[in-house]
């Protein structure tokens, strides 16, 4: 199976992209965590996605805060999926990463997910790898129907309790 890196711009980003890394865990997918800046170790984030598909990954999370330029720097050097969180680690609350990651230019596409929205981003990668990989297509969709059942159970409460 591919692998997913996980590149956040600094360690402040951890508590975040643990959320992600705990999702790839529960699907069983093989992952690289690394902590690499677009401003303060530009050549190190460069090079890791100018080599990431010979390195045997097949999608990549980039996680940042503040002028949040990691998941489009990243994307530059690569034609691998890229998937950007944007991190809350400002006094904009992340109204500036999320600008900053999710208005990418045309032909070099970050898809970004919600403001510290670390859970889907490791979902999207998984549903990536999916399209080729039947085992985990199966997971995906058993995780959608209990999802499902645990909103059918609460909606069957509250309707007993305020329907006549
Ligand atoms: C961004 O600046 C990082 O992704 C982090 O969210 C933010 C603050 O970084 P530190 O100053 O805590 O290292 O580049």
Redesign the pocket.
Known sequence: MKKVGII??????LPVVEKAIDKLKEYGVPYEVHVY????TPEQSAEFSRTAREGGFGAIIA??????H?AGAIAANTTLPVIGIP?K??TLDGLD?LLSTVQMPTGIPVATVAIDGAANAALLAVEILAVSDEGLADKLSKARAAESAKVLEKNAAVEAKFNQ
């Open positions: 956040m711009g600094s360690d402040s980003d800046s677009a401003h303060r996680a940042a805060g503040k002028a949040a990691l991190v680690s400002s990463a």
